[in-house]
């Protein structure tokens, strides 16, 4: 499967989870359903991936952690908030770029649609 081919199980596995749980729930709640629903489909994924980040040759020495890498390819940062901000889709952006990673979804489970809460995020390496 592809970039593309992923997303599309990852959005139909928000949908079904936003579907039977609605919004209000904690971040961690959803994150563990979203990873039930995905295994359902036989879809490896990752949870709280740790990456290392670098500059120029320095190491930070803070771990950053993904919510989920879905097949290898497909970053996954799940919120619960108001309304998603430029800083969530930064965020996500840096770590599809420390992770050399071409896709990435932004999910916020704190919509009353959830399809409305998706953002797609390509990252041109």
Do not use: W
């Amino acid at each position: 499967m592809d970039e593309n081919d992923i997303s599309k199980y990852v959005i139909g596995a928000a949908i079904e989870v936003h579907k039977y749980l609605g919004p209000g729930l904690l971040e961690s709640v959803y994150q563990q359903c979203m990873v039930r629903e995905l295994q359902l489909h036989a879809i490896d994924v990752a949870t709280e991936l740790v990456l290392k980040g670098e500059y120029k040759g320095l190491k930070f020495d803070i771990d950053y952690r993904i919510d989920m890498l879905v097949a290898d390819k497909v970053v996954v940062e799940l919120k619960v908030v108001d309304s998603l901000l430029p800083v969530h889709k930064a965020q996500l952006l840096s770590y599809m770029k420390l992770s050399g990673k071409k896709l990435g979804l932004l999910i916020n489970f704190n919509e009353a649609v959830v399809k409305d809460g998706v953002k797609r995020i390509v990252n041109k390496l």
